[in-house]
Every structure is written in structure tokens, then in C-alpha cells.
């Protein structure tokens, strides 16, 4: 079972966006989500964190522009992103929090993603 992103798309510098990510239907809670991205040429890092408790932790890049969130109870993320420039053109992913789990674990939950890509 994979995650299914969507909400991407293009939009103008300034602008916004907001991806949501739904569950892969694992049947337990997976405790702390997080958002990555990948741009082109470059590794996918995460940008956002959020755990069943609602703490959030956001790379410096995308703090104070983007806002993550989660739907208690389901494996569902959010991503809330504003003033969007065109360095975060980037296909964007969500998955279990690397920073809490193995890549063993989460390395089957990788969906397709969504291209979100933000230019004049």
C-alpha cells in the first residue's frame, strides 16, 4: 500500500497550494508524518513533521510559509503552502517521519507523488 498525493499543480510566485496525502490503508497509526520533496537533480529531503500529539518541525527553507497537518486517527497528512517561489518547484511526497522510523519500514509506503511547480 502506498500514500496518494495530490494537490499539486502550477502556480504563480506568491501564490499557494495545498497537498493532502491519504492513507495507504496500514492498518495501525503510524505515530509521526512528515512531507518530503525532491527537485530536480537534488535528493528528497523532508520539509515538514508533524506526530499524533500535532508537533511540528519544518526545514528552514518552508518555516513560516508552509503549515502541515494531519487528521488524528488516520494516516493522512496535510500541507499548507503560501508565498510559494519557484525553489520550491519540486515533486513533493508524504511518508512515515525517517527521523522515527527505518527505511525498512517506510520505504514501501512511497507513493508517486505531486509536481508542484511555481513560475511566472
Known amino acids: 500500500a502506498q500514500f496518494v498525493e495530490s494537490g499539486g499543480g502550477l502556480v504563480q510566485p506568491g501564490g499557494s497550494l495545498k497537498l493532502s496525502c491519504e492513507s495507504p490503508g496500514y492498518d495501525r497509526i503510524i505515530w509521526a508524518m512528515a512531507w518530503y520533496r525532491q527537485a530536480p537533480g537534488k535528493q528528497r529531503d523532508w520539509i515538514a513533521r508533524?506526530?499524533?500529539?500535532?508537533?511540528?518541525n519544518y526545514q528552514d527553507a518552508v518555516k513560516g510559509r508552509f503549515t502541515i497537518s494531519r487528521d488524528n486517527g488516520r494516516n493522512s497528512v496535510y500541507l499548507q503552502m503560501n508565498n510559494l517561489n519557484p525553489e520550491d518547484t519540486a515533486v513533493y511526497y508524504c511518508n512515515a517521519d525517517s527521523t522515527y522510523y527505518s527505511s525498512l519500514f517506510y520505504s514501501k509506503f512511497w507513493g508517486q507523488g505531486t509536481q508542484v511547480t511555481v513560475s511566472s
Open positions: 508533524i506526530d499524533n500529539g500535532g508537533a511540528t
